[in-house]
């Protein structure tokens, strides 16, 4: 493993994790190899998350830190146990490892597309979908906000407890990823909505506000707009076909996204990566989705998310063609889904089919 | 006006505000008089919101403070200018006057209840509203997390700049809105659902944790559930039937009533209460939406969220009855709402003339 760096071959490493996150990251690799041919690259497996914290009492040793530094590239699945669980501290893997990885890496784009594709199942009505093809991309922050982790518990666990979380936005973090965004959208149907909530959250929408302002007066093509955070919600179930690409802070993304994941066919679809744009650091590709313990095992959690993913890999990797031809494989397999039920494994050799046909 | 207080008749102050404030409230008014017979309050209007502080440069004036601090109750239509306005610095009117009121009264119970009327228009498809009725009430918390307007800047306005918002949450204050959720739900389906974000806000998700088991442990015959907030989005639009009452923070609770009231028919039906159950203050009543700019002074806006409001406003005030005449007619209304469109004012006089008749 210590000379694969050096290797010819670019190297993956790769975290299934925990729950689910094994079972759709090896579908994931399976189309990966077929878009790349075999022997692409070097892929080198870390066995890290709930379960091997459980055994040993680790989360992400220094060395294998090390290690990942060195990739080209991080596949990750899911961490973390269930929502209510208490075999596991709440935060710790979260912290510990999927914002540790983030944070220690840099990825301060963490990019989330939402496309409703024609014959996907929305929880939204005919009427609003019908306005409209919906096509948007979340820019969402990813090193900074109120996931940097300031914060502390005075007098915890007593009646006099006061527990505090900081959210910490720097113009230096808030200028590349606005800018990301911007640069993005010329590539695209060029508007940029930013939301906030600068009506209660003064200081900190202050400062996105200023910036985007700042960086929008040198991309005089793209039309920008600004949504509170509220009203993004009801914008994202009445007329999502609004959207060209959206720029927020870490925690307003996370929960956009995942209402832009529904209202586009589920977090079974949503594909996310966690880019590091300078290069200094390996980016990191994950499905949207969680852990999922509840259907662990049963090889019928849906790898479509992890397999977009790697679309965004490669992409990122420079492999423009070989991630067009996962996006039309993913995209094609998706129109002709009906009610049937496939395994996971079923629609990661489908796609597959699709790439290498 | 000083010697309403002391008069027979309860006082209720009055505050249009901003855009469409003003007309929303007039047609609460209305509804109130036609469910209480037109002498049961005295009405103090108040002059206050985005035009008085231009005109003025006044917000919130210590006096007018001291007066609605000894009304009755309180009814407000919105106040601010629109998003994207620069005629008015952001933040003023809502920190100055809305969150103002609602952290000086207390109002640690921000209640908004969410009811998907039969006939009643949602982007929502009819395979999700045909898996039975949506009825929920969000118990929002009103007076802490990052509402608390704790937070700062350095270096503002430069390339250094850092600017940060603080979520401050107290046990009392986490204890006393989680008790009033389960004192709720007994009186509806039993079921609490906290959402919170613990697996990264750790500190501020940790007391929220702690302090909602072992109020549970007090309600036995109430069912528990967590969500985080971002899972909570897709419930929303996939699932809403799985809610009975939610409890969360400040901020949370505005994104997810947000988008309650929006797969419910729209801000234009939701209603709210920023409640101080141990009446020490007087309670607010408001509609979720704001002041809407764009369509003020043209009579169009739908002024049932208010009259809906009124209903928790009789309802505080312990006069159920009436309360109920006003949520019987408002579902009349509701139900047999055409396509046609009516006026601000013909959709109060129709409710209004349900209530008396
Ligand atoms: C697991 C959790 C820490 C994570 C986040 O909040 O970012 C997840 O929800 C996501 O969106 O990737
Ligand atoms: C206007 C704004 C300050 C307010 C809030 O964020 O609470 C509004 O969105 C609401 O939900 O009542």
Request: charged residues 20%; hydrophobic residues 45%; negative net charge.
């Amino acid at each position: 493993m210590t000379d694969a760096v050096s290797s010819a071959r670019p190297t993956i490493a790769v975290i299934g994790g925990d729950g689910i996150g094994p079972e759709v990251v090896a579908e994931g690799l399976k189309v990966l190899d077929a878009a790349t041919g075999a022997q692409a690259f070097d892929y080198v497996h870390y066995d890290l998350g709930a379960e091997r914290w459980q055994r040993t009492g680790e989360v992400l040793p220094d060395s294998v830190m090390a290690e990942l530094a060195a990739a080209d590239a991080i596949v990750l699945g899911a961490v973390g146990a269930a929502p209510g669980s208490k075999a596991i501290p709440s935060g710790l893997l979260e912290r510990g490892l999927l914002l540790k990885l983030r944070f220690a890496f840099d990825h301060y784009v963490n990019l989330r597309p939402s496309k409703l594709y024609p014959g996907v199942t929305t929880p939204l009505s005919d009427a609003v979908v019908d306005r409209g093809p919906i096509d948007f991309v979340v820019v969402r922050e990813g090193t900074e906000g109120l996931y940097a982790g300031v914060g502390g518990s005075l007098a915890a666990g007593t009646a006099a407890e006061v527990a505090s979380e900081v959210s910490v936005n720097t113009a230096r973090g808030v200028e590349r990823v606005v800018r990301d965004a911007f640069e993005r959208a010329q590539r695209r149907r060029r508007k940029v909505t930013l939301v906030h909530k600068h009506n209660v959250l003064t200081h900190a929408g202050g400062l996105w506000n200023r910036i985007f302002t700042a960086v929008a007066a040198q991309y005089p093509d793209v039309t920008t707009d600004y949504l509170h955070v509220d009203a993004t919600m009801i914008m994202l179930v009445t007329d999502p076909q609004r959207f060209d690409v959206i720029v927020t802070d870490n925690l307003f993304g996370d929960i956009i996204t995942d209402l832009a994941a529904a209202v586009t066919g589920g977090i079974g679809l949503a594909a996310s990566a966690n880019l590091n744009p300078s290069g200094a650091f390996p980016s990191m590709f994950e499905p949207v989705h969680g852990s999922a313990p509840d259907i662990a095992g049963q090889g019928i959690a849906d790898p479509t998310a992890t397999i977009s993913s790697m679309a965004l890999l490669l992409d990122h990797l420079g492999r423009r063609e070989q991630a067009a031809a996962i996006e039309a494989a993913v995209d094609a397999d998706v129109a002709q889904r009906g009610a049937a039920r496939r395994s996971t494994s079923q629609v990661g050799d489908a796609i597959a089919a699709r790439v290498a046909g």
